[in-house]
């Protein structure tokens, strides 16, 4: 899409998991106010990125509706603070959710929604020949602690592909989990499947290969290093 290609020809790989990374870290450790403005940064990326992406990252936040469910229960009713008059029954009912809860909850639901359609970007716009050497050159520093960078890069890349298509993995979960045998702990049946998931990541084609995958990228522009920056220094402002 010539959309996407503004991002993916203009901005370099090196760079955009540097934003990616920026953006999610301020994200996670701002308030309100900054949410709000990486809710407009992201609306501004999709309005350039097209329709088609913001429909795919969308989709992507349905498989995490339990993990919101959980957060909602947890925040809403363990977060101690004043309870959400309802008008039934008492005020300090134990069942009613609290001020504090509602507000925390729905920022880290919302924080972890800009997340995955921060990443969704990311995916949408950079191939995996121009991903996995990216990764490769922003990690090359850890040669001094002995890890191998483009093994990281193929390793991280295969599993955000695969964890980003979880609808083979879940369907099977949820065929296999009602099959638990008398006795079984349905955590410790949980825990298998989420133990095979995980040695299929591992054992996936390609990732013994890292010719298939690594590739070469242009020299980053140097004034593009100023993108991430600016992301900081706007952090600071708002």
């Not at 363990?78 to 920022?107: H, K, M, S």
Request: hydrophobic share 55%; charged share 15%; aromatic share 8%.
């Amino acid at each position: 899409m010539k959309e996407q290609a503004l991002i993916s020809e203009g901005i370099h790989p090196k760079v955009r998991i540097a934003l990616l990374v920026v953006f999610i870290f301020f994200v996670s450790m701002g308030t309100a106010s900054h949410l709000a403005a990486a809710v407009l940064a992201l609306a501004g990326v999709y309005a350039v990125v097209g329709r088609q992406a913001l429909i795919e990252g969308l989709g992507r936040l349905r498989f995490l509706r339990y993990f919101f469910v959980s957060i909602v229960v947890l925040y809403f009713w363990f977060t101690p603070g004043e309870r959400i008059a309802l008008g039934i029954g008492p005020a300090d009912a134990l069942w009613l959710p609290t001020y504090e809860g509602v507000l925390e909850g729905v920022l880290r639901i919302a924080v972890l929604v800009c997340i995955v359609l921060a990443v969704n970007v990311l995916n949408a716009t950079t191939a995996r020949s121009e991903l996995v050497p990216a990764i490769a050159g922003l990690a090359a520093p850890l040669r001094w602690l002995r890890f191998d960078p483009q093994r990281l890069a193929i390793r991280m890349v295969l599993t955000m592909e695969k964890v980003a298509n979880l609808r083979e993995p879940l369907t099977t979960l949820r065929r296999t989990l009602p099959a638990t045998r008398r006795g079984e702990s349905l955590l410790k049946r949980l825990g298998v499947e989420v133990a095979r998931f995980l040695h299929r990541v591992n054992d996936e084609p390609g990732n013994g290969q890292p010719g298939v995958l690594l590739g070469s990228l242009p020299a980053c522009p140097k004034w593009q290093w100023g993108l991430p920056l600016l992301v900081v220094a706007l952090y600071w402002i708002v």
